[in-house]
């Protein structure tokens, strides 16, 4: 079993930046995919990025590719989410994800096993 908790949601101001944290613990040795997925109000829950065990290959949804950047610390059993030049659009619940093996997709929510509580995160304009 794998437990996800997520920190660092906060309410930002359009362009400032933002951390966001997961701490794994149970079987946080497996999570070879560890990723974070957004949900706004009233849309599907959006891939965001994904991370594989050694950090070495991350992948991001396009509309985040320059300003977010995953990272983790298996020392720590921790993976984050940079999020500079922050954008309005970018206001959602933020999910940390986590899959034993790499999965053949990783861009779904279906794709993955372990889920966060989520963090909000809001961007005001």
């Not at 930046?17 to 009233?42: E, H, I, V, Y």
């Not at 984050?80 to 999910?95: G, N, R």
Request: aromatic share 14%; glycine share 10%.
């Amino acid at each position: 079993q794998v437990q996800l908790v997520e920190s660092g949601g906060g309410l930002v101001q359009a362009g400032d930046s933002l951390r966001l944290s997961c701490a794994a613990s149970g079987r946080a040795f497996g999570t070879d995919a560890m990723g974070w997925f957004r949900q706004a109000p009233g849309k599907d829950r959006e891939f965001v990025a994904v991370i594989n065990w050694s950090g070495r290959t991350a992948y991001y949804r396009d509309s985040v590719k320059g300003r977010f950047t995953i990272s983790r610390d298996n020392a720590k059993n921790t993976v984050y989410l940079q999020m500079s030049k922050m954008k309005p659009e970018d206001t959602a619940v933020y999910y940390c994800a986590a899959e034993i093996g790499w999965p053949t997709y990783y861009s779904a929510p279906e794709d993955y096993h372990y889920w966060g509580q989520g963090t909000q995160v809001t961007v005001s304009s």
